[in-house]
């Protein structure tokens, strides 16, 4: 079963209603091309013009959605009308038939029409002239490319303005797209580094509170009680300076704040310090000769170890020390720091090593974020990571690339963020 064809649009049945009634119009005001004694008119009277014009109306119906055939039939009827009195309607709805060829069919179409009506006023002019040889017979040429070249060099025009109106509206969408990407990318981006620092923030302080008051709440010890009291206190008072300078970040994206510094690995000694305050045995090795440890400047003052490198190896460690707090067995903790050199550039390699995890389930529970957290660091180092039981210890290892996070080198997520 043939497929029907689409309605037609509204403005071409408008076109075809117009062009039939102003040709009846003409029909019936005796208004005609050619005088019915010309010797072309093979069929005069103002009948004969009704055919063409009826035909060439029902193909202004087809204008939009079979532009192709609409043409070739209007075409027919128009060399029919060429042999009656003629008729303006006729003449003027088939050079809309030609401009809507060009302009709503295909690419072929737009291309080829042009080119033939373009040969043909060319011929129109030439020939006759050459033939007959007076001025008279350019004005065929003239009139060749009135009703045909002229409406289709018009729709290839308006086309050509189309198509960059919609390429230019393509690619405004695709930027806007883009750009509605970039910044999601972003927003997720900064979502995840905040998620990073709250928990390797704050997380510790409350690992610490809640593990301390458990001791306090089980041991009936005044002594231990108040120890475990102004541990407590300690890190609730820590914890509490850290969430609000997060939150004053937060509502006004760090206004007239001073940037908080960074942690550095010459902050080392001080976590350490708190790990054991909380009751680790904690056992600090740095083997890089920069002074790390000893208070006298790191790799931020000597340029030696960039800033994201530093940050990234503290939170490591200290998010490392925090698990040790809440899982492992009691026994020694190590906190190893090397720079070592790889086959490409140097590495910064921090390794956490604490007992398996306690018989007694962990003093405080975990959700898993914080080894997602040191993966994060890592990877956007273009580092290495690693966590799991190894020879009955608990072991984390990291290496940092030095050269991914110098200047022009990788990304450089967090470097002078707190």
Not at 145 to 174: K, M, N, S, Y
Not at 191 to 210: F, G, K, Q, T
Not at 320 to 331: D, V
């Amino acid at each position: 079963m043939a497929a029907a064809l689409p309605r037609p649009h509204r403005f071409d049945v408008y076109v075809a209603c117009g062009g039939l009634l102003g040709g009846l119009v003409l029909m019936a005001l005796g208004l005609a091309l050619r005088p019915a004694d010309e010797p072309l008119v093979l069929l005069p009277g103002a009948w004969a013009v009704l055919p063409p014009l009826v035909v060439m109306s029902g193909c202004e119906l087809l204008r939009r959605t079979a532009p192709r055939t609409a043409l070739l039939t209007g075409t027919a009827a128009l060399a029919l009308d060429t042999v009656t009195q003629g008729s303006v309607a006729t003449v003027l709805m088939f050079t809309d038939l030609v401009y809507a060829a060009v302009l709503y069919g295909p690419p072929a179409s737009a291309r080829r029409i042009p080119r033939i009506t373009g040969l043909l006023t060319v011929a129109g002019t030439v020939v006759p002239y050459a033939v007959w040889r007076v001025p008279e017979a350019l004005l065929i040429g003239v009139v060749i490319g009135a009703v045909a070249f002229g409406p289709a060099a018009t729709g290839l025009i308006v086309r050509d303005h189309r198509d960059a109106a919609i390429a230019a509206r393509l690619h405004a969408e695709q930027t806007t797209l883009l750009a509605e990407m970039d910044r999601r990318e972003a927003v997720v981006a900064e979502r995840a580094r905040m998620a990073r620092e709250l928990h390797d923030m704050v997380a510790n302080h409350l690992s610490a509170i809640a593990i301390h008051s458990t001791a306090a709440l089980s041991i009936d010890d005044p002594r231990t009680s108040h120890e475990a009291l102004g541990v407590i206190r300690e890190n609730s008072v820590d914890g509490l300076a850290e969430m609000r300078r997060l939150i004053g970040i937060l509502r006004d994206g760090g206004g007239d704040r001073e940037p908080a510094a960074a942690p550095t690995l010459d902050g080392l000694d001080a976590l350490v310090d708190g790990a054991r305050a909380n009751g680790l045995d904690v056992t600090l090795d740095i083997d890089i000769d920069t002074g790390f440890g000893t208070g006298t400047g790191t790799g931020t003052g000597t340029g030696r170890i960039p800033a994201p490198v530093e940050l990234a190896a503290y939170r490591i460690v200290q998010e490392s020390l925090t698990n040790a707090l809440k899982h492992a067995r009691p026994g020694p903790v190590t906190v190893a720091l090397a720079l070592t050199r790889h086959d490409g550039p140097r590495v910064l390699d921090v390794e956490i090593s604490s007992p398996c995890g306690r018989e007694d389930g962990p003093r405080a529970p975990g959700s898993g974020a914080g080894l997602v957290g040191m993966r994060e660091r890592a990877t956007l180092l273009g580092g290495t990571f690693t966590a799991g039981p190894h020879g009955g210890r608990w072991t984390v290892h990291a290496s940092l690339p030095l050269a991914e996070a110098e200047p022009g080198h990788g990304k450089d997520p967090e470097g002078d963020r707190p």
